[in-house]
C-alpha cells in the first residue's frame, strides 16, 4: 500500500531543509522506510533561502513536524536556531538532525559521524579502531564529523590532508583539545601519497571523484594492503578511489552507507521506529 493513501490527520511529518533541495535522496530515503513499516507519516523536502532559516524551523514546529534534516548550506547556522544541541553537534559545530521535543523545545543533533562509523564497521568488518592511523582527505564539514566520530571510537592518530592548508591547521586545532595525547597531524597535499604509509584507513571526504567533479589524484603504492579505504561519494558508487583500491586487495566501503545509517537516528526520533539499511534500500535510493 503506497504511503499516500495512509496518510491521515494524525500523521507524524519531518522533513529536509536545503537550498537548493533538488539534488537530496533523503525523501526517497525516509519515504522507503515509511513505506516499508507502513507508518502514518510524511518526510517533505523544504528548499529553504538561507535568510530564511530561522522562520522556517519556527514554521515546522508551529504546523505540528516532529524535527526535519537540516543539509548544505545549513548545518553550522542551524546551530543559531535551536533551544538545545547535543554533544556530538557541539563539538563537531554542525547539525543535521533537528528533534522538536513534546514540549517545544528544539534539539540539533549531528548523526554524520554515527552514520560513517556504522557503514565502516558494516562494509568492512574487521576494522578496528586501534588498528592504526588514520589519513583524511578534505577538512569540511564531513571531514570534521568523521574526525570526531573516529576519534571517539579510539583511532591513535589522524593525518589531515587539505589543498588549502591554513584550512587542515585551523581543523587540527579544533580536534586536538578534544583528545589530548592523540596525534592530530596536519599533511602538506604534496605530501599526501607519503603520509598513506602505515595508515590502516583512508578516507576521502573532498569532493574529488565525484560526477561533474576533477578527479582525485593519489597513488596507493605506500598503502598498507590491509588499510581500508572509504570514499564518502556516492556519484558514482564506485569512484576511480575505490576502484584502484578494490583492484590492489585493499577492503573498500562506498558513500551511500553513510547517508542511509546517517538518517536511523532521526527517523526513530521522528516515526519511532528504529528502521533497518538492507540491500533493497540502497537500490531504491539509488534509483533516485
Given at each position: ?271 519511532g521506529q528504529d528502521p533497518e539499511v538492507t ?10
Open positions: 500500500m503506497s504511503n499516500v493513501t495512509r496518510l491521515s490527520g494524525a500523521a507524524k511529518l519531518a522533513g529536509v531543509m536545503g537550498w537548493p533541495i533538488e539534488h537530496s535522496r533523503s525523501p526517497r530515503l525516509h519515504g522507503y522506510w515509511l513505506d516499508h513499516y507502513e507508518i502514518d507519516g510524511a518526510y517533505v523536502p523544504f528548499a529553504v533561502r538561507p535568510e530564511r532559516l530561522e522562520a522556517a524551523i519556527g514554521g515546522l514546529r508551529a504546523l505540528g513536524f516532529r524535527g526535519c534534516n537540516v543539509t548544505i548550506p545549513h548545518k553550522e547556522d542551524v546551530l543559531l536556531f535551536v533551544d538545545e544541541l547535543s554533544e556530538t553537534a557541539r563539538r563537531i559545530g554542525a547539525a543535521n538532525t533537528i528533534i522538536f521535543d513534546d514540549d517545544g523545545r528544539t534539539l540539533g543533533d549531528n548523526t554524520d559521524g554515527f552514520g560513517f562509523i556504522a557503514s565502516l564497521q558494516g562494509g568492512a568488518s574487521r576494522w578496528r579502531a586501534s588498528d592504526g592511523p588514520a589519513v583524511l582527505l578534505g577538512t569540511g564539514g564531513a571531514a570534521r564529523a568523521i574526525s570526531v566520530a573516529l576519534l571517539d571510537a579510539g583511532v591513535p592518530s589522524i593525518r589531515l590532508i587539505n589543498r588549502t592548508p591554513e584550512r587542515a591547521e585551523a581543523l587540527a586545532a579544533t580536534l586536538r583539545p578534544m583528545m589530548p595525547g592523540r596525534a592530530i597531524d596536519v599533511v602538506a597535499w604534496n605530501e599526501r601519497e607519503a603520509a598513506l604509509e602505515g595508515a590502516s584507513l583512508l578516507v576521502n571526504t573532498t569532493s574529488l571523484g565525484m560526477t561533474g567533479q576533477p578527479p582525485l589524484d593519489l597513488r596507493l603504492d605506500a598503502l598498507p594492503a590491509g588499510a581500508v579505504v572509504v570514499d564518502i561519494v556516492y556519484s558514482p558508487l564506485t569512484t576511480a578511489l575505490l576502484a584502484a583500491a578494490h583492484a590492489r586487495g585493499n577492503p573498500i566501503v562506498d558513500g551511500l552507507g553513510m547517508l542511509l545509517h546517517q538518517a536511523r537516528p532521526g527517523f526513530a526520533a521522528w516515526f540491500d533493497d534500500l540502497r537500490h531504491a535510493v539509488l534509483a533516485a
